[in-house]
């Protein structure tokens, strides 16, 4: 009980038996799948943070839920202090892991729910808000890791649940017992499926009468029988598997699909179960929540994209490159408009019925759409500045070659005095920032499409406003 070491996440996950395939075949050893250990570590990183002196501070907190010292990832935000940790913890994992740590999504479900489970009990006498405050306990108590299940596959887009052809396309209740509820269906591009303890599922979209089987939260463990994990492919994924020409970087993301195939739900582990109007709430805190955590990261994801660049300066002989230096500026000045973005959503955070504090949703999303352009134009610069190289370096395999490796070290030398070797690793740490595809995609569709974003910006602007501050200065008085 209590905080757990990077150890401790480590044989928790290992002691799991979930159902997982992965290049065709079942995998029964988890932990020690390269490519999964890739993901694992990345999570390890929030629990070894937390047992650092210097970021201690911002991972570990007081929960007034069970008066003990929590990892922040198991902390709904109570305060506007603690929206604004959520922004700094994960610039700094990012700064560690380079790629996404993967618990950010659990705490951002933690987040939503620990707002709309009350107001649902508040309007329909339902009392999710205490099984959900149950959970939380036993997520705090024990440390837990916890996964997204949000986006469900949803067969024809032009369609809502209830008129798909086939009715499992939005995850669904297809039984309710006097001990809970079965559900079906699948949710794809679970990070880090596999290195969480919980599976937190909440509606991928608003719903409407007619609906009911579609309006289910609840969260069930990552092991439950009748779940499967089918790991997605990634662009560098057979490196990991091979243990060749992955660089340095040990830390990866991975996005099984998450099949629920008739899983059983407790109903103390059920937070909504059938009350459609609070679909659209639940996503849409869900997603500005996870819209800012994003932010936060994928700041802390430029600045390895500006540390890798100047490094490669140095190492090229183009550190006094005017254009280089301007390039650098470019990045800087798009990662510190993607935090300030944030922490304003934070700083703008309102305390909700239930206690828990809310973000603003409009600076939320208007941080995600600028991270949607601005990383893609951060990794161009990058790129822009290391080389060619980026693309086609040569394998561990041919640099070790007793043939061929000499000769190519002494090809690929840059600047006087730098050693080649660390040259290289620059180079391979460039190509896993740019091109590792599970992060790289989620700076566009993680935590929604780019047109959620605008849709939810206008949504939730105060458009009237605007309109009146216009018509006051025109003279046109209503
Ligand atoms: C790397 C990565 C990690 C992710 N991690 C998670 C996770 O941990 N948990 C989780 O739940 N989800 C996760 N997601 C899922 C993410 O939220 C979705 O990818 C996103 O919501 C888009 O859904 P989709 O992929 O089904 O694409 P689609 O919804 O098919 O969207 C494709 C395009 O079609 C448009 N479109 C679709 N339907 C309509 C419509 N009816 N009208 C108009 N336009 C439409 C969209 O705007 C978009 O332009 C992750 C995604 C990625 C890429």
């Known amino acids: 009980m209590g905080l757990k070491t990077r150890e401790e996440y480590i044989e928790s996950i290992r002691q799991m038996n979930p159902t997982a395939y992965m290049f065709g075949e079942k995998i029964t050893n988890v932990v020690d799948n390269p490519r999964l250990r890739a993901g694992i570590e990345a999570t390890a990183v929030t629990y070894e943070m937390a047992e650092m002196e210097e970021y201690k501070k911002y991972m570990v907190t007081e929960s007034p839920l069970i008066n003990e010292p929590v990892n922040r990832f198991t902390l709904p935000p109570s305060s506007i202090e603690d929206l604004v940790a959520r922004v ?37 006498g339902t009392k999710y808000h205490e099984n959900f405050n149950n959970f939380l306990k036993y997520m705090q108590e024990n440390d837990l890791a916890g996964n997204a299940g949000v986006t469900d596959v949803k067969g024809d887009r032009s369609l809502n649940p209830q008129d798909q052809e086939d009715k499992d396309m939005y995850l669904r209740i ?11 269906g699948a949710k794809a591009h679970q990070t880090g499926s ?118 490669m300066m ?21 990662a510190e408009t993607l935090y300030g973005c944030c922490l304003a959503s934070s700083y703008e955070g309102k305390e909700q019925p239930s206690g828990a504090y809310f973000i603003d949703t409009v600076l939320a999303n208007a941080s995600k759409m600028h991270e949607g352009k601005e ?28 043939e061929v490796g000499d000769l190519i070290k002494k090809y690929m030398k840059g600047a006087n005095g730098v050693p ?19 992060d790289t995609i989620s700076d566009i569709h993680g935590g929604g499409s780019p047109e959620a ?26």
């Not at 039984?175 to 079965?182: A, L, N, T």
């Not at 492919?233 to 040990?250: A, H, I, P, Q, Y």
């Not at 140095?314 to 798009?334: A, E, L």
């Not at 080649?420 to 599970?438: D, P």
Request: charged share 30%; glycine share 6%; with cysteine.
């Open 88 to 124: 700094k913890i994960n610039r700094a994992l990012a700064n560690r892991v380079g790629t996404c740590h993967q618990r950010c999504t659990g705490l951002d479900c933690l987040s939503a729910l620990a707002i709309v489970t009350y107001e649902v009990d508040q309007k329909h």
């Open 174 to 184: 297809v039984e309710k017992r006097d001990d809970g509820i079965v559900v079906r």
């Open 194 to 311: 596999l290195s969480s303890h919980e599976i937190i599922v909440i509606p991928t979209r608003a719903l409407r009468k007619g609906d009911e089987e579609y309006a289910v939260a609840f969260s069930v463990p990552a092991d439950s029988p009748g779940l499967i994990h089918v790991v997605g492919r990634s662009t560098l994924d057979m490196r990991e598997m091979e243990g060749c020409d992955v660089g340095n970087v040990k830390y990866s993301k991975y996005c099984p699909t998450l099949i629920f195939d008739d899983v059983f739900v407790p109903w103390d582990r059920v937070f909504l179960c059938g009350e459609v109007e609070f679909a659209v709430d639940m996503v849409v805190k869900f997603s500005s929540f996870h819209r800012q955590s994003h932010g936060g990261c994928k700041s802390g994801k430029i600045d390895c994209m500006i540390g890798t660049a100047m490094t």
């Open 314 to 334: 140095d190492y090229n002989g183009t550190s006094k490159v005017g254009h280089h230096k301007q390039k650098i500026i470019d990045m800087i000045h798009r």
């Open 375 to 402: 990383m893609s134009e951060a990794t161009r610069l990058m790129v822009d500045i290391c080389g060619g190289y980026v693309a086609d370096l040569p394998s561990d395999k041919d640099f070790e070659n007793p």
């Open 420 to 438: 080649v070797e660390k040259r290289i690793k620059m180079f391979r740490l460039a190509e896993k920032l740019a091109m590792e595809s599970a």
């Open 453 to 478: 974003h605008r849709v939810t910006i206008l949504r939730e602007t105060n458009t009237e406003q605007k309109k009146k501050a216009a018509q006051r200065l025109a003279g046109i008085e209503e």
